[in-house]
């Protein structure tokens, strides 16, 4: 059975950082593109960000580029997102996703952590 | 950027009757790239829909998608207790962009 469970979710003062992870099991992790998309409260689904199987390529929506980093470690089947400059915008449940083939829909999703970036 | 427009905003049926639910792109979603999410309270978005028409794994037949280019349709047969929850649409042809969501309600 596929399981994605995120962790690494809490408050966090503007500016501040988090590192979410997404331990993936029930299948070969390693050839899996993955992706992260976060709803914020009441929201709709907002892709974030997504990585190849091998970690060697990466994609970001333009409202985190340069300030959020998708990375995997093969080894140990998991994804994280790294989230520096946090803003009041960021606040949102971010949902790991698996990716069905090579950048393209989502087939399993995780059950999402909650990340609020407040004062 | 791709946006998607769904409509209506809210849907309001009974169980027993059809649901059709619309999603329009500003412009040509290439290679039918459209997929449809269902999302109850509290819980992750499910795969419904793939490649505008093909069923997920599971998937019950009264879900059906249809569609091309920018105007892509989710029809729901008979509505079940279970099915009312609120629908994505979501294009993958270039990057990724979601609808704002149709909520489907009881009447």
């Known amino acids: 059975e596929v399981q994605l469970v995120e962790s690494g979710g809490g408050l966090v003062q503007p500016g501040g950082s988090l590192r979410l992870s997404c331990a993936a099991s029930g299948f070969t992790f390693s050839s899996y593109w993955m992706h ?11 892709w974030v960000s997504r990585i190849n199987s091998d970690g060697s390529s990466t994609s970001y929506a333009d409202s985190v580029k340069g300030r959020f980093t998708i990375s995997r470690d093969n080894a140990k089947n998991t994804l994280y997102l790294q989230m520096n400059s946090l803003r009041a915008e960021d606040t949102a449940v971010y949902y790991c996703a698996r990716d069905d083939w090579n950048d393209l829909f989502f087939d399993y999703w995780g059950q999402g952590t909650l990340v609020t970036v407040s004062s | ?7 209506p905003g809210t849907l309001s049926l009974s169980p027993g009757e059809r649901a ?3 999603c329009r792109a500003s ?11 269902q999302q109850k309270p509290g ?9 505008a028409s093909s ?3 599971g998937i019950p037949d009264r879900f059906s998608g249809s569609g091309s280019g920018t105007d892509f349709t989710l029809t729901i047969s008979r509505l079940e207790p279970e099915d009312f929850a609120v629908y ?9 962009t979601f609808g704002q969501g149709t909520k489907l309600e009881i009447k």
């Open chain 1, 36 to 46: 992260w998309v976060r709803q914020a409260p009441g929201k709709g689904l907002v």
């Open chain 2, 1 to 7: 950027e791709i946006v998607l427009t769904q409509s």
């Open chain 2, 20 to 22: 059709t639910l619309s």
């Open chain 2, 27 to 37: 412009q040509s979603v290439s290679s039918s790239y459209l997929a449809w999410y």
């Open chain 2, 43 to 51: 819980q992750a978005p499910r795969l419904l829909i793939y490649g």
């Open chain 2, 55 to 57: 069923r997920a794994t």
């Open chain 2, 88 to 96: 994505y649409c979501q294009q993958y042809g270039s990057s990724h």
